[in-house]
């Protein structure tokens, strides 16, 4: 499983709090890629575990406060 920062943007809208098979089938009609399908897929899961936020499928996920940027300036 290979998580992307554009791959994972394809699930920033999707309706969490989810299971597996409703971020599945959320790929598959929002148009993701394959690749955002596979990984999730490929998540070792009973089918009755609930996903809050991409931070628990990717636990690497960057937040806003791993951006060294001041919002302030702009």
Do not use: C, H
Not at 41 to 50: I, R, Y
Not at 58 to 65: K, L, M, T, V
Request: aromatic share 14%; hydrophobic share 35%.
């Amino acid at each position: 499983m290979f998580w992307s920062l554009e791959l994972a943007s394809y699930l920033e809208e999707a309706p969490w709090p989810a299971t597996k098979d409703e971020l599945i089938d959320y790929s598959i009609r929002s148009g993701a890629p394959i690749e955002v399908v596979e990984n999730l897929q490929e998540l070792e899961d009973d089918g009755a575990e609930v996903y809050e936020s991409i931070e628990d499928i990717w636990p690497d996920y960057p937040s806003q406060e791993d951006f060294m940027f001041n919002e302030d300036e702009y």
